[in-house]
């Protein structure tokens, strides 16, 4: 991933959460300090499973997190619908004691905190954390040969998981949370299996006011919801890196990759039936550059890559939409189902999954995801921009 796309991954996920709080009156600020263990999901990978440097499984990792966090006030619908939620930026770093084939990693993100329960002394809170991670020591032919899960240094970073927080001084908490977190480049670089973490934390949190007052919180009349239908537009754009093997004259297998560019013309419509729900579906015309790609060897032993008729790359996708709203930020989760696909040469299953968020600027639509199957493999990180139109009534 490069350094530009970086910094406007980085940009659209602080957009966002700015957005989001905007006009929040008197916020209640607070840091956390904690130290985090974490225990990586294994899979087939041979390199987590013994096949590295180390010669021993990959298991393991641990580190550090610090945040800077506000406490939502004043009585807004959403709020109370919320629970009052927290929103903030953290850092976080990751250390793998039993190899140095990874690097030493640390996440910038974005959170939010938002609780199930709340009394003057305890919350229960679901927590998520959206951001960029760095410095990993991604694989390179020659100077790190072994790593098979990260192509790249920089990475996607998302947590979620279950926060309990209890108050054991006036301003002060400890706070307890589980959850898991995932890093992919979204298949900008190979190899992208990714590192799949289940993490435990412990630390103290300090809140700036009293923190029973946070339950003493303000409340007022929620108004009706009107329901109201909406028809919306995006069009989006990823580049993902695609592998390709061959037969050096020795007989040995080498490999080349080449980047492909995504195109995404998504049509939805869709019912927001509350402050914080909408549903919905709609369809996807995809332009996919790394359909049936070959590549033709030149005489200088340089590879190209071959013209692909505009029709083979093309795809028909349909889709279900459900959206977490939160004033003019939402989380969206779409499975779909590719009913026209030309790929001929590296067939994949037809399900495809996009997870994005997305921040409205009056009508316009500023977004990011990531598109992807089986659940856990990326196909690319697609930035996209669009345009909403919606009425009232049934």
């Not at 096949?51 to 997190?65: M, P, T, V």
């Not at 990993?136 to 240094?153: F, R, T, Y």
């Amino acid at each position: 991933m490069n350094h530009r796309k970086v910094r406007l991954c980085l940009a659209v996920s602080m957009l966002c959460l700015a957005g989001s709080v905007y006009s929040q009156s008197s916020p209640s600020f607070f840091l956390t300090f904690s130290r985090h263990q974490s225990a990586i999901f294994q899979s087939q990978n041979s390199f987590l499973n013994g096949d590295n440097g180390s010669e021993q499984r990959i298991s393991q990792c641990a580190g550090y997190k610090g945040e800077l966090g506000w406490q939502t006030r004043n009585a807004s619908a959403e709020n109370q619908l919320l629970h009052y939620p927290a929103f903030g930026f953290g850092y976080t770093s990751f250390r793998f004691p039993q190899t140095n084939e990874l690097g030493s990693p640390f996440a910038l993100y974005s959170f939010l905190d938002a609780p199930f329960i709340r009394t003057e002394r305890f919350a229960l809170k679901y927590m998520f954390r959206l951001g960029l991670s760095l410095n990993w020591k991604a694989e390179h032919p020659v100077l790190n040969p072994n790593n098979s899960v990260i192509g790249s240094a920089r990475n996607l970073y998302i947590n979620s998981g279950i926060l309990l927080e209890y108050n054991v001084f006036r301003n002060t908490t400890l706070n307890l949370d589980l959850g898991s977190s995932h890093f992919s480049n979204g298949h900008r670089s190979s190899p992208n299996r990714g590192v799949n973490l289940l993490t435990g934390s412990v630390g103290v949190r300090y809140h700036f006011q009293d923190y029973q007052s946070l339950a003493a919180r303000s409340i007022g009349e929620i108004l009706e919801f009107d329901d109201r239908n909406e028809l919306y537009f995006t069009f989006g754009t990823g580049v993902r890196e695609q592998t390709f093997g061959y037969f050096e004259l020795d007989k040995k297998v080498a490999f080349v990759n080449k980047n492909y560019r995504f195109y995404n013309l998504s049509v939805a419509l869709q019912r927001q039936t509350g402050y914080l729900l909408k549903w919905g579906g709609g369809i996807d015309l995809m332009s996919n550059g790394a359909a049936n790609a070959k590549l033709e060897q030149l005489q200088n032993g340089a590879w190209k890559k071959l013209e692909v008729p505009l029709g083979e790359k093309l795809q028909l996708g349909l889709f279900g939409s459900l959206e977490w709203v939160m004033k003019d930020f939402s989380i969206l989760i779409q499975p779909g189902y590719r009913v026209i696909d030309q790929e001929k040469i590296r067939k994949v299953t037809r399900f495809y999954q996009h997870l994005g968020i997305k921040y409205h600027v009056q009508d316009f639509i500023i977004g990011m995801g990531i598109r992807s199957v089986n659940f856990s493999e990326s196909e690319y990180v697609e930035l996209n921009l669009g345009y909403r139109l919606f009425w009232y009534g049934k």
